[in-house]
């Protein structure tokens, strides 16, 4: 219990400049938190040793489960968007690749079922988590190259919101096997 309390007052203080209600902040914070931990504890391998470092593990940035809840709410904020455009989630499918970002990212994504069975045989939760690592990575590239609402070409848009939402069911499956869940905003 002293630890999780630690770990979201750490998340709180990193939070502080955000403009949220206090509400959405302590869920946030507490969402954030048990992802830290867990994400941090089940990314290496059983048979490592590893040294907790409570910064390393709330940075909001590099192979950490408050990065990867980002990536999470950061498409979540784009499918809403969508959504509030008059945008329906369900009528989008997936496209031919437009650029070689969009291409990796279809590749990571390409990868899940073969990282689950490969994870289930040897019980090991370090490969959902490294597989998650890089997916958010292909995102967050693809996300930095690419107009996803700005996008003029009606079909092209829908393509690449299909792709969104292929990418957060398969991050919220794998944050969901790991045993934690993503907030809604951070």
Same mark, same amino acid.
Do not use: W
């Given at each position: 219990?002293?630890?999780? %309390? !630690? #770990?979201? %007052?750490?998340?709180?203080?990193? +939070?502080?400049?955000?403009?949220?209600?206090?509400?959405?902040?302590? /869920?946030?914070?507490?969402?954030?938190?048990?992802?830290?931990?867990?994400? =941090?504890?089940? %990314?290496?391998?059983? %048979?490592? /040793?590893?040294?907790?470092?409570? !910064?390393?593990?709330?940075?909001?940035? =590099?192979? $950490?489960?408050?990065?990867?809840?980002?990536?999470?709410?950061?498409?979540?904020?784009?499918?809403?968007?969508?959504?509030?455009?008059? =945008? /329906?989630? $369900?009528?989008?499918?997936?496209?031919?690749?437009?650029? @070689?970002?969009?291409?990796?990212? @279809? +590749?990571?994504?390409?990868?899940?079922?073969?990282?689950?069975?490969?994870?289930?045989?040897?019980?090991?939760?370090?490969?959902?988590?490294?597989?998650?690592? !890089?997916?958010?990575? @292909? &995102?967050?590239? &693809?996300?930095?190259?690419?107009?996803?609402?700005?996008?003029?070409?009606?079909?092209?848009?829908?393509?690449?919101? @299909?792709?969104? #939402?292929? $990418?957060?069911?398969?991050?919220? $499956?794998?944050? /969901?096997?790991?045993? &934690?869940?993503?907030?809604?905003?951070?």
């Amino acid at each position: 219990e002293q630890l999780l %309390s !630690d #770990v979201e %007052s750490e998340v709180r203080e990193k +939070m502080a400049d955000r403009d949220m209600d206090e509400d959405v902040l302590n /869920d946030a914070a507490a969402k954030i938190g048990l992802a830290a931990i867990k994400y =941090g504890d089940l %990314s290496n391998q059983a %048979s490592k /040793d590893y040294v907790f470092d409570i !910064d390393r593990f709330t940075s909001f940035e =590099g192979d $950490t489960g408050p990065y990867i809840l980002y990536t999470i709410v950061r498409i979540k904020s784009i499918l809403n968007k969508y959504k509030e455009q008059g =945008g /329906d989630l $369900t009528a989008v499918k997936l496209q031919q690749p437009g650029n @070689a970002s969009e291409k990796e990212l @279809a +590749m990571e994504l390409a990868q899940f079922n073969t990282m689950i069975a490969t994870a289930g045989e040897e019980l090991a939760p370090h490969k959902v988590c490294a597989y998650i690592y !890089d997916l958010a990575n @292909a &995102f967050n590239h &693809f996300y930095h190259e690419t107009k996803i609402l700005g996008e003029e070409n009606e079909e092209r848009k829908q393509g690449l919101v @299909a792709l969104l #939402v292929l $990418t957060r069911d398969i991050l919220e $499956t794998c944050i /969901d096997m790991l045993g &934690f869940e993503a907030p809604e905003k951070m």
